[in-house]
Structure formats: C-alpha cells, structure tokens
Nanobody, 123 residues
C-alpha cells in the first residue's frame, strides 16, 4: 500500500507562487507515474498535471499551461508542482496520486491518493 503525502499548500495573493510537494514516506516513487489534481468547493475534481516515471514526460491542463511545472526528484523521492502567477481560480484542495504504469494519464485512473493540501489565492 503506497501512502502519499502532499505539503506546501498555503494562502497567497494573486500573482504569487507556491511549490507543492508529494512524497511517499517509507516507499519509493521511482516506479510510479504521478498526477496532480485539484478540487474547488462545489466543483468536480480536475486533473492539473502529470509526470511519467519512464521518461519524465509531462502533461498539463490548458488552464495551468505555462504557469505550473511538474517535476520529480527521485533522489528525494518527491514530486513537485511549481505554481506561478497564481490566480483566485486556482483556489482548491490539491491532491497527488500515483499509478504503477510507465506513463501518466490526464484522467483519474490512479490507484493511490494523498489526503490533499489546501491552496487559497486571495487578496
């Protein structure tokens, strides 16, 4: 059983940046593709970005393309989501998820999920 933990959520002002982290204490993420998702109040969960474990290829939702960057540091067993130029509409609980397949997908087809971290963008 893979347990994921997100961290880095905070209250920030529009235009500021945050970096979220996803780790798996006691386990390795080396052979998992990782997705970042978010869910705003009253809205359905949506995929934000994902990164494959084979070649490190990445994908982004149109709403965050050019502002968010997903990356992984296998030495630190951590996947990051760097979020720049944050907007109020980015406010949501952000989740990371893992799937034991070589390639990530921009769907909810992930087996393991973290509890989430709150990101609030407000002036």
């Amino acid at each position: 059983q893979l347990q994921l933990v997100e961290s880095g959520g905070a209250l920030v002002q529009p235009g500021e940046s945050l970096r979220l982290s996803c780790s798996a204490p006691g386990s390795t993420l080396d052979y998992y593709s990782i997705g970042w998702f978010r869910q705003a109040p009253g809205k359905e969960r949506e995929v934000v970005s994902c990164i494959s474990y084979t070649d490190g290829s990445t994908n982004y939702a149109d709403s965050v393309l050019g502002r968010f960057t997903i990356s992984r540091n296998n030495a630190k067993n951590t996947v990051y989501l760097q979020m720049n130029s944050l907007k109020p509409e980015d406010t949501a609980v952000y989740y990371c998820a893992a799937r034991g397949w070589p390639m990530c997908v921009m769907t909810s087809d992930y087996k393991y999920w973290g509890p989430g971290t709150q990101v609030t963008v407000s002036s």
